[in-house]
């Protein structure tokens, strides 16, 4: 039976892969790394002291949309890389199952899923990282206008 995604809906292969990636930490580490990086290198040039509390400031205004971005990278990379394997019809199944139980407990799907995980989990990290990597550019005016704004000038 093949499943059609409505308008406001998602295809079943992406809603499965978000419901599985749901629970990742890799969005919020990327964008931790990408976010201290560009600190770090501001902090040398700062003709003033950064505060922890203009640094959380500064990190929340950069990083409202662009950890949804991150998340919904996460999980396209899911659905392209680990869940390419699998039938439409275990898609379906899988995730039905996940709607019901909270995971994916059919030992042929959650084993297909485990092998592609092991096989491709370079190829997923590296596409949230390089998401990631992509607002640096933006982000680096950004933190020298909020530090600017803050009264923090750079050198």
């Known amino acids: ?28 580490q990327a964008l ?14 700062a003709t003033s002291p950064i505060t922890p509390e203009i640094e959380k400031k500064a990190r929340s ?6 950890l949804e971005v991150l998340k ?3 999980a396209q990379a899911v659905s392209d890389y680990i869940l390419a394997s699998l039938t439409e019809s275990q898609i379906n199944a899988a ?5 019901r139980t909270g995971c994916v407990q059919d030992p042929t799907c959650s084993q297909a899923i485990q092998k592609a995980y092991l096989a491709q989990q370079v190829s997923v ?27 923090i000038h750079m050198t």
Do not use: C, Y
């Open 1 to 28: 039976m093949a499943s059609i995604a409505t308008p406001n809906s998602r295809p079943p292969r992406l809603e499965l892969a978000q419901r599985l990636s749901s629970h990742s930490k890799a969005p919020e």
């Open 32 to 45: 931790q790394a990408i976010f201290t990086g560009s600190m770090t290198a501001l902090r040398a040039l």
């Open 61 to 66: 205004l950069l990083s409202e949309n662009r």
């Open 72 to 74: 919904e990278t996460l």
């Open 95 to 99: 995730l039905e199952e996940h709607k």
């Open 125 to 151: 990290i590296q596409a949230v990282t390089q998401k990631a990597l992509s607002f640096k550019d933006q982000w680096v005016p950004e933190l020298v206008n909020i530090l600017n704004n803050e009264g």
